[in-house]
């Protein structure tokens, strides 16, 4: 680690949440530099977001919402009914059973099965993407639309959320062994990175995600979001949506993916954008 170390959309997160939290800057410091960085390294990126001037909060964006039609129990798609099993308002989120049949998570878990590699993220100060520690899954993408089953995946997916299919990202399908995480995140580019602009090219903004559980783990996996202490077993079929209106910490979106503590983990997760992404 270096004084010039960059601050990542992680770390920024990571320093913004514990702070919200009413940990001290010196409690901060010695933490990361538990975690190997230099002291000039981490002085420097508690300084960067700790002491930055405080912008406004950006303007909410139209986003996606499965319960735009009124609150129910049950939604009705096409050729499958989804059970609303929990909702919050914020952040936006929505937990739903039997999104996936059974038979369709071990077709996709198999066609992507061959294709795995170590899973990288988005790196939005260079626009390019890198392995990080923070995710220690395995993962691929599917063209939009590449499979049959893709496709009609893809197009129960844009009924539930009452968007585009054009505007969602090809599914990523991740595997999380034993031990495997995904530390809280963003999943919206940071409007201060330097490569946001570029990724912003196709599509504009990220404003939903919707993680699909292929399988249920033996233990542990379950999606986190720790700004309201919510957790969301990993269920085989069942899914959960949540939005973000603008690229902003105030959208309480910030989640993660806990360990895995016995067998594995298998997700398909689809981002959609505020445009058409091609």
Not at 73 to 78: E, N, Q
Not at 95 to 116: A, H, K, N, T
Request: proline fraction near 7%.
């Amino acid at each position: 680690m270096t004084a010039s170390q960059p601050v990542t959309p992680d770390i920024r997160a990571w320093i913004q949440t514990q702070n919200a939290a009413g940990q001290p800057r010196a409690v901060l410091l010695q933490s990361m530099l538990a975690s190997g960085w230099t002291q000039a390294a981490a002085v420097a990126a508690l300084c960067a977001v700790l002491d930055a001037p405080r912008d406004a909060t950006p303007a909410p964006v139209p986003v996606p919402d499965p319960l735009a039609g009124g609150p129910g129990a049950v939604l009705h798609l096409v050729g499958r009914d989804v059970n609303v099993v929990a909702a919050l308002q914020s952040p936006r989120v929505v937990v739903l059973g039997g999104l996936l049949s059974d038979d369709e998570c071990d077709e996709m878990i198999e066609l992507s099965r061959r294709r795995l590699a170590r899973s990288e993220t988005v790196q939005t100060d260079t626009g390019s993407s890198e392995v990080n520690a923070a995710r220690t899954s395995e993962g691929m993408f599917f063209e939009r639309a590449e499979f049959a089953l893709c496709e009609r995946i893809e197009a129960r997916m844009a009924a539930l959320m009452r968007w585009p299919v054009e505007n969602g990202e090809g599914l990523q399908v991740l595997r999380y062994r034993a031990g495997a995480e995904y530390r809280p995140h963003y999943d919206y580019f940071d409007p201060a990175q330097s490569g946001t602009p570029a990724l912003l090219k196709r599509g504009g903004q990220r404003v939903a995600s919707l993680v699909c559980y292929l399988n249920t783990p033996e233990r542990g996996g379950a999606t986190v979001f720790p700004d309201v202490g919510l957790e969301v077993a990993a269920v085989k079929g069942n899914a959960v949506f949540f939005s973000y209106d603008r690229p902003h910490p105030a959208t309480r979106s910030l989640h993660g993916g806990a360990p895995v503590v016995e067998g594995e983990k298998w997700v398909a997760t689809k981002w959609v954008r505020e445009r058409r992404f091609d």
